[in-house]
């Protein structure tokens, strides 16, 4: 049985920073390209960053390009996304998955998600 869980979101003020973290079980995560989504009620769930299998490629969207990271360790399964300068538009609950090595944007496993919410 394949799960994600996510961890690290809270309340951080405007220019703050915050690291996600993913915990893989059921799968070997270097099976896997991963990423990190987030959704804002109302709207349509997007990609925000993505990690190969290796970790020697990652995508970002253009809005976090120069502030977020993400990394992987592949021995502890584990991925994550290290958010600096963080902006009031940021918030959302932001969701881990694993993606399809040739299109990121497909996800096939997701996490339940951790809230992050950025004070102006």
């Known amino acids: 049985q394949v799960q994600l869980v996510e961890s690290g979101g809270g309340l951080v003020q405007a220019g703050g920073s915050l690291r996600l973290s993913c915990a893989a079980s059921?799968?070997?995560?270097?099976?896997?390209?991963m990423g990190w989504f987030r959704q804002v009620l109302g709207k349509e769930r997007e990609l925000v960053a993505a990690?190969?299998?290796?970790?020697?490629?990652?995508y970002y969207t253009d809005s976090v390009k120069g502030r977020f990271t993400i990394s992987r360790d592949n021995a502890k399964n584990m991925v994550y996304l290290q958010m600096n300068s963080l902006k009031p538009e940021d918030t959302a609950v932001y969701y881990c998955?694993?993606?399809?090595?040739?299109?990121?944007?497909?996800?096939?496993?997701w996490g339940q998600g951790t809230q992050v919410t950025v004070s102006s």
């Open positions: 059921g799968i070997t995560s270097s099976s896997y390209a």
């Open positions: 998955a694993t993606v399809v090595s040739s299109d990121y944007k497909r996800p096939l496993y």
């Open positions: 990690i190969s299998r290796s970790g020697d490629i990652t």
